[in-house]
């Protein structure tokens, strides 16, 4: 048996693309033999999917699931559209979204959990980019939990059931009528999806992006001439608009259009027969901040006669 030196390695990955764990594993299992290590990660999958790992995957779909006072609601990345709408995909999205709901929101923990088929989830991914021939990933995942009260879930453009391209979970904290707080927290959810808010709450908006719009506030204010005594007033005024922007309980309520999610869920409190707090939600929108790689045809015909 050849030695399985760290050249050798080095040497299997360049030729396949493969991670360096899979490449020792290969070379392991194969004696140290190098090109049956690369047919035995050709048989695996595992070096056309590490191949197909440098293009981008900015379409795909989001999942959801929920199970009684918890819920989780996941991305799963794919090159094209046409992935979505096959069954592997959605049946992969949807157990990867159960898996979530126990093994929580951490990435990496969630790619090394047991997959209800057999493997990891990390290893069912891979063998589907190896079936169906597309770039995969598992980009992110939320779960948000209730002590007492409801998760309420709503996918927008669905493409079956829990899956869609906009998904979003409410966390709504009651003792109150479970079904009235689903009903709440359901349009909750489908105001979410179409106003995009950012953070919750005013202190949960990020520092850095305060810090962001004040400067471009401050800077606009300049321009129109006035001193800096008034810019700050100006500013301030601006900064409110702001948090009602990006602050889901500031926001106006799209349903209605003109109460505040805070009134909203204060006044839900005759509704549902017990007080009711809003203490969390998550929106993920299919590809949002992935980008996209832009296909300059010239340039590439221009590199082609080059080489």
Known sequence: MAEITAALVKELREKTGAGMMDCKKALTENGGDLDAAIDWLRTKGLSQAAKKASRVASEGLVGLKVAGTRGAVVEVN?????????????DYVTK?????????????????ASFPDGGTVAEKLTDLIATIGENM????????????GVIAAYVHNQVT?????????????????????EELGRQIAMHAAAARPEALDIGDVSTDALDRERAVLIEQARESGKNESIIEKMVEGRIRKYYEQVCLLEQVFVI????????VVENAKATVGAPV????????????GVEKKQEDFAAEVQKTLGA
């Open 137 to 148: 990933n598992l980009r992110r995942a939320a779960v948000l939990e209730v002590s007492d």
């Open 277 to 288: 707090t809003l203490t969390a939600f998550a929106r993920f929108e299919l590809g949002e």
């Open 161 to 181: 059931d829990g899956l869609g391209k906009i998904g979003v979970l409410v966390a709504l904290e009651s003792t109150g009528d479970k079904a009235k707080l």
């Open 96 to 112: 990867v979204a159960g898996v979530a709901l126990s093994t929580g929101a951490e990435i990496e923990a969630l790619k090394a």
């Open 256 to 263: 209605d259009g003109e109460t505040k999610i805070r009134k």
């Open 78 to 90: 794919s090159e094209t559209d046409f992935v979505a709408r096959n069954e592997k995909f959605q």
